[in-house]
């Protein structure tokens, strides 16, 4: 918990009734351990694919589709996200939620490795970035990721915090020094770029967001 139980319980209170599938796909995600964002990072995805007008979005970590969901909605009707995922279940699950959300069409899921998949990506096309694959891969995934954005084009790093451990700088709940040291690096790289604009966010478990200028 990155904030109070208070600030949680009053930030799901207050989201608005998820649809019947979106609420699948949450049921799927707990049964099955899989990691999904929390509702508020997903709003704030969305949040974030509306205000910078995404028309073109890459995603690193579709899992079941859950992140992909509340990108491809804030979407124009001809946007388009690609994702990318390693796991074939959770490729095919992710596919045919999509379809069912009636926003298949909004969602090319490649079924590869991120780091070879955003190097073959034009640079400098895209409108915004989605990174939320295996936490050490960050560095080098962000490092592939940023110039592919257009300027004005955004990045969100999911789990930036991890469950605070970040801030305090420790080892804990299975995360390792070096995993916290890494994730240390990967914030500060971003926030310290002169050709970004970017924040640290506490929400959910910590989301990384940055604008090219
Ligand atoms: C935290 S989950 C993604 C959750 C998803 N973004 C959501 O919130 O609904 C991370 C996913 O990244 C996938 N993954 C891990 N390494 C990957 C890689 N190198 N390329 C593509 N996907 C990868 C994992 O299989 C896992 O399903």
């Given amino acids: 918990m990155i904030v109070t139980d208070a600030v949680s319980d009053y930030l799901l209170e207050s989201r608005p009734q998820p649809?019947?599938?979106?609420?699948?796909?949450?049921?799927?995600?707990?049964?099955?351990?899989?990691?999904?964002?929390?509702?508020?990072?997903?709003?704030?995805?969305?949040?974030?694919?509306?205000?910078?007008?995404?028309?073109?979005?890459?995603?690193?970590?579709?899992?079941?589709?859950?992140?992909?969901?509340?990108?491809?909605?804030?979407?124009?009707?001809?946007?388009?996200?690609?994702?990318?995922?390693?796991?074939?279940?959770?490729?095919?699950?992710?596919?045919?939620?999509?379809?069912?959300?009636?926003?298949?069409?909004?969602?090319?899921?490649?079924?590869?490795?991120?780091?070879?998949g955003l190097a073959e990506l034009d640079r400098e096309a895209w409108d915004m970035v989605f990174l939320d694959g295996i936490k050490g891969d960050y560095p080098a995934h962000l490092e592939l990721a940023l110039p592919l954005l257009r300027s004005g084009g955004l990045v969100a790093v999911d789990n930036t915090l991890l469950s605070g451990l970040v801030a305090e700088d420790r080892a804990g709940g299975g995360w390792s020094e070096e995993a916290i040291a890494t994730m240390r690096r990967v914030n500060s790289s971003l926030l310290e770029r002169s050709d970004m604009v970017a924040a640290l966010l506490p929400v959910g478990d910590g989301v990384l967001v940055g604008v090219r200028r």
């Avoid at 073109?56 to 992140?67: F, N, Q, W």
């Avoid at 491809?72 to 999509?98: C, K, N, Q, W």
């Fill in 19 to 116: 649809d019947a599938l979106l609420l699948e796909m949450e049921d799927h995600g707990r049964r099955d351990g899989i990691p999904i964002v929390v509702p508020s990072t997903g709003a704030l995805l969305g949040v974030l694919a509306a205000a910078c007008g995404a028309r073109r979005v890459v995603e690193v970590g579709t899992a079941i589709g859950v992140s992909t969901l509340y990108i491809a909605r804030a979407m124009a009707p001809d946007g388009l996200i690609v994702s990318f995922e390693v796991d074939p279940e959770r490729h095919r699950a992710a596919r045919t939620y999509l379809d069912r959300a009636g926003v298949g069409e909004r969602a090319d899921l490649r079924l590869r490795d991120a780091g070879e």
